[in-house]
């Protein structure tokens, strides 16, 4: 059964950094896409970055692209997102995620996406 627990939300001024981590168990994470995704109040999910499980290729949606880095460590079988020069309107519940079904790619939108955690806030305001 695949499970994974979230940590490393919280509250940051802007400008500040936070390193979210989502630690998996019965999986390995090179075996399936792995993504970030966020949900601000009133808003859609959205994507905003994924790691190809063959290649390791990694994709960002534009608003985070310099900023945020995804990686995955192996050994610890736990993927991470470091955000770096956060905004306010960075500010959401962002949500880890696996997809099972071997696509070709991994997807920047939620619904491939079928294993989710459990969500972490992350708010940055002065």
């Known amino acids: 059964q695949l499970q994974f627990v979230e940590s490393g939300g919280g509250l940051v001024q802007p400008g500040g950094s936070l390193r979210l981590s989502c630690a998996a168990s019965?999986?390995?994470?090179?075996?399936?896409?792995i993504g970030w995704f966020r949900q601000a109040p009133g808003k859609e999910r959205e994507g905003v970055s994924c790691?190809?499980?063959?290649?390791?290729?990694?994709n960002y949606a534009d608003s985070v692209k310099g900023r945020f880095t995804i990686s995955r460590d192996n050994a610890k079988n736990t993927w991470y997102l470091q955000m770096n020069s956060l905004k306010p309107e960075d500010t959401a519940v962002y949500y880890c995620?696996?997809?099972?079904?071997?696509?070709?790619?991994?997807?920047?939108?939620?619904?491939?996406?079928?294993?989710w955690g459990q969500g972490t806030q992350v708010t940055v305001s002065s």
């Open positions: 995620a696996v997809d099972v079904h071997y696509r070709p790619v991994c997807a920047m939108v939620p619904g491939p996406y079928d294993h």
């Open positions: 790691i190809n499980r063959i290649s390791g290729r990694t």
């Open positions: 019965g999986f390995t994470l090179d075996r399936y896409h």
